[in-house]
């Protein structure tokens, strides 16, 4: 695969009245069809991936950025979460990923500080199918800054949750580029998580009251690190609520979703950005996840830092789930179901 190399630009922002000249990169074009994939006609055009949609260089470009001092933690309603929300409306711009809104950004009522969920559509490409809607989530908000430790006082939020926000462009870029889901997919990046859900509390309310056909809600949280000691590599909340799990190993042909025995007894199902949805569409929502309280030492402190991500691991991550995400999107019926 051809390397790629990030070009430099500098972007004017308004703080406060004022302009301030902010340095940040733009990912690139993604790499040519020819470069990461083949259609085999024999198997009516599904797409091989060879070796892989994305690798670690993508997955710490993106990174970098979202999980750089220069964002100050991204706390809900401050500068450096409007250059997060700038960054991911130009991701979806240049993979195809298009507005569910008629802007990207649909602003909270739920918070006092000007505050978006950003949020895409792409569009199922089934007459009927593209009518049920699966949600693909993550929140990219953080806790901004905190009392030093060692001098540092920015809470850069790598594995909570730029992680999950980089697993979710990436998805989004591949069916942003290949537009190969029959039904269609709503993308959707949630500020204001870290002041208690607020971010997914309003959008799932107002998806409600538009009487959107939610099938499902799929949210990625910390999935920056890997698992250590398990036969599985990542683990959904709510695992027995619903038969998810069986779903995504039998689209992934491995044991790629396990049960975690902490996630339950921590009540996880109910602190991430799942549950709103949950709350008001009764569909099934989890949340996949590879933090299990064991391998990160770092949760809301200054120490979850960039560095300390496993690259290689978010890219197979996204690659594993891909296919999942594709057979859910593609089966002729309703298969996940809660129990």
Known sequence: MKKIVACVVFIALLS???????????????????????????????????????????????????????????????????MAAEYIENYFVSYAVGPYFTSYRDTLINFKKPSYNIVGLVEGNDPDLKNEYILIGAHYDHIGTISPENGDYIANGANDNASGTTTVLEIARHFGTYKNNKRSLIFALFSAEEKGLLGSEHLAKKLKEEELNLYAMLNFEMTGVPLRGRDYEVYITGYKRSNLAEISNKYAQSNLVGYLRTAQEYNLFQRSDNFPFHKEFGVPSHTYCTFD????????????????????????????????LEGIANAPTQEIKIN
Not at 22 to 32: A, F, G, Q, R
Not at 39 to 57: S, V
Not at 293 to 321: I, Q, R, W
């Open 16 to 82: 406060c009245g004022s302009a301030q000249i902010v340095e940040t990169k733009i990912i690139p074009p993604p790499p040519s069809t020819s470069d990461v994939v083949k259609a085999d006609a024999n198997l009516d055009g599904a797409i091989i991936k060879e070796p892989g949609f994305t690798n670690a260089d993508r997955m710490e470009e993106i990174m970098n950025f979202l999980a750089s001092d220069d964002l100050k933690g991204r706390d809900a309603g401050s500068e450096g979460i409007e």
């Open 293 to 324: 309280f064991t391998n990160f030492d770092h949760y809301h402190k200054v120490g979850d830092e960039v560095d300390l991500m496993d690259f290689g691991h978010m890219a197979h991550l996204v690659n594993s789930m891909l296919p999942v």
